[in-house]
């Protein structure tokens, strides 16, 4: 997943390094998303609950399933959820607790073995409606038993997972695979980055965030780099040589624990490539938000990213 999730979240400094350990401890060769448990205290501080709830209302608002066809119907229930690169399956966790049936896919084996872990520390309390499924989201071939009958109410792909597709072929095949695992009438929810972080240059100038998250039952904090300032942004194919560096610290004695270092390639889309693609893949656009709240405009001064709903036609 691209963390690029909330890219102008509170509590980011912008400009600076997330920690400077003097050059030592750094495991360069080292890989963010195979360290699961540093990235689920890093970037899972968000209300995954309301989320699964703003995703329940853009099915009663935009889906055309069911017996109210096109247009608002309350009565309008989201049963099933297919996740898209979940990582940590923060989404499909929550989705499960609600009651949807949930299929969380992620090719990152480390990933898909703590999200399984954490469910199984849950005991009784963990959700039974929920699968965590090794794939490819370019390619989303279900196993027999595993995709509702008639597809999926919703798909998902948030929290900037939609920037490791790096080409207009990985695009279109994703989109396209995911057409055929929803509904007719079935919605696919994508979080990208906000406009703005392209536009006003950040992006383009290669500007970095940093911020830092502590666990307190673990007794760690994680100092996060999402970007080095000086980091390149190819114009012609838009992808971003994002530096992401994960620095964890006992959180008493700041003593350092563990560095994981790396360079994350980041295609950054735009809202029209994002409606040709999804067009031309046979979805059409249904809403557009600023973040996971109907109640936010993609224009609205609280805007953090981009939330761009498409419909499978009915």
């Given at each position: 997943?691209?963390?690029?999730r909330?890219?102008r979240?509170?509590?980011r400094v912008?400009?600076?390094?997330?920690?400077?350990?003097?050059?030592?401890?750094?495991?360069?060769?080292?890989?963010?998303?195979d360290?699961?448990?540093v990235?689920?205290?890093?970037?899972?501080?968000?209300?995954?609950e309301k989320?699964?709830?703003?995703?329940?209302?853009?099915?009663?608002?935009?889906?055309s399933?069911?017996?109210?066809?096109m247009?608002?119907?309350?009565?309008?229930?989201?049963a099933?959820?297919?996740?898209?690169?979940?990582?940590?399956?923060?989404?499909?966790?929550?989705?499960?607790?609600?009651?949807?049936?949930?299929?969380?896919?992620?090719?990152n084996?480390?990933?898909?073995?703590?999200?399984?872990n954490?469910?199984?520390?849950?005991?009784d309390?963990?959700?039974?409606n929920?699968?965590?499924?090794?794939?490819?989201m370019?390619?989303?071939?279900?196993?027999?038993?595993?995709?509702?009958?008639?597809g999926?109410?919703v798909?998902?792909m948030?929290?900037g997972?939609?920037?490791?597709?790096l080409?207009?072929?990985?695009?279109?095949?994703?989109?396209?695979?995911?057409?055929?695992n929803?509904?007719?009438g079935?919605l696919?929810?994508?979080?990208?980055?906000?406009?703005?972080?392209?536009?006003?240059?950040?992006?383009?100038?290669?500007?970095?965030?940093?911020?830092?998250?502590?666990?307190?039952e673990?007794?760690?904090?994680?100092?996060?780099?999402?970007?080095?300032?000086?980091?390149?942004?190819?114009?012609?194919?838009?992808?971003?040589e994002?530096?992401?560096?994960?620095?964890l610290?006992?959180?008493?004695?700041?003593?350092?624990?563990?560095?994981?270092?790396?360079?994350?390639p980041?295609?950054?889309?735009?809202?029209?490539?994002?409606?040709a693609?999804?067009?031309?893949a046979?979805l059409e656009?249904?809403?557009?938000?600023?973040?996971?709240?109907?109640?936010?405009?993609?224009d609205?001064?609280?805007?953090?990213?981009?939330?761009?709903?498409f419909?499978?036609?009915?």
């Open positions: 997943r691209d963390a690029g909330g890219t979240d509170a509590g912008r400009g600076t390094s997330a920690r400077d350990d003097g050059g030592g401890g750094v495991d360069a060769e080292g890989r963010v998303y360290e699961p448990e990235y689920d205290v890093a970037f899972g501080f968000r209300d995954f989320e699964i709830e703003f995703v329940r209302e853009c099915a009663r608002r935009h889906a399933y069911g017996e109210g066809g247009g608002m119907d309350a009565t309008r229930t989201v099933s959820a297919l996740e898209l690169g979940a990582g940590p399956a923060w989404h499909s966790v929550a989705a499960a607790k609600g009651g949807i049936q949930a299929v969380a896919l992620e090719q084996a480390a990933m898909r073995a703590h999200a399984m954490k469910l199984a520390a849950l005991g309390a963990a959700p039974r929920i699968r965590i499924v090794e794939g490819d370019r390619d989303v071939a279900m196993a027999p038993m595993t995709k509702p009958e008639g999926f109410d798909a998902l948030l929290l997972t939609a920037a490791h597709l080409t207009h072929d990985d695009a279109m095949r994703c989109f396209k695979s995911v057409r055929e929803l509904r007719p079935g696919f929810i994508v979080e990208l980055e906000h406009p703005w972080d392209l536009f006003s240059g950040e992006i383009a100038q290669g500007q970095g965030d940093a911020w830092e998250r502590v666990d307190e673990k007794g760690v904090k994680v100092y996060v780099e999402w970007g080095r300032d000086g980091d390149n942004f190819d114009i012609e194919s838009q992808i971003y994002r530096t992401v560096s994960f620095s610290v006992d959180a008493s004695t700041e003593a350092v624990l563990k560095i994981v270092q790396e360079i994350v980041c295609k950054i889309f735009t809202a029209p490539e994002m409606v693609l999804a067009n031309a046979g656009v249904a809403a557009t938000y600023g973040d996971m709240d109907d109640r936010i405009a993609l609205d001064e609280n805007a953090h990213n981009m939330i761009m709903i419909r499978r036609p009915s």
